[in-house]
């Protein structure tokens, strides 16, 4: 089952850059290609990276009381961004939204496919 969530939470991170390229002008993610790999890049960034990145800025994180931790999410869709051909996003703010909507997509679609799974 390993192959199945990774499949899933690869999709819910294509659903949630879908939605930040809706909502905000400052996003541009042109054509498929683009926004499978940036939400590849995503999965494994998150999946790899960031606890790693966690593990060493952890007293950083305790000092921010989480800021910091925020920061490290949005430098994973800065890795995206850099890594997709064609994904842009313009803007220090148009970054933390894009992250928290992110982050709010990826919160709702993990409950709604934990309720479908149980």
Same mark, same amino acid.
């Given at each position: #089952?390993?192959?199945?969530?990774?499949?899933?939470?690869?999709?819910?991170?294509?659903?949630?850059?879908?939605?930040?390229?809706? #909502?905000?002008?400052?996003?541009?993610?042109?054509?498929?290609?683009?926004?499978?790999?940036?939400?590849?890049?995503?999965?494994?960034?998150?999946?790899?990276?960031?606890?790693?990145?966690?593990?060493?800025?952890?007293?950083?994180?305790?000092?921010?009381?989480?800021?910091?931790y925020f920061g490290i999410n949005v430098l994973m869709l800065v890795l995206a961004e850099w890594?997709?051909?064609?994904?842009?996003?313009?803007?220090?703010?148009?970054?933390?939204?894009?992250?928290?909507?992110?982050?709010?997509?990826?919160?709702?679609?993990?409950?709604?496919?934990?309720?479908?799974?149980?």
């Amino acid at each position: #089952m390993p192959l199945v969530s990774s499949l899933l939470y690869w999709g819910t991170n294509i659903v949630a850059l879908i939605v930040v390229d809706w #909502m905000f002008d400052g996003v541009r993610i042109d054509r498929w290609w683009p926004l499978l790999l940036g939400a590849a890049v995503l999965a494994i960034g998150n999946t790899v990276l960031k606890p790693i990145l966690a593990v060493l800025t952890f007293p950083l994180i305790i000092v921010t009381l989480g800021l910091s931790y925020f920061g490290i999410n949005v430098l994973m869709l800065v890795l995206a961004e850099w890594v997709a051909p064609d994904f842009s996003i313009d803007g220090f703010w148009t970054y933390v939204g894009a992250t928290i909507v992110i982050w709010f997509v990826n919160f709702v679609l993990s409950r709604v496919l934990d309720a479908i799974s149980d």
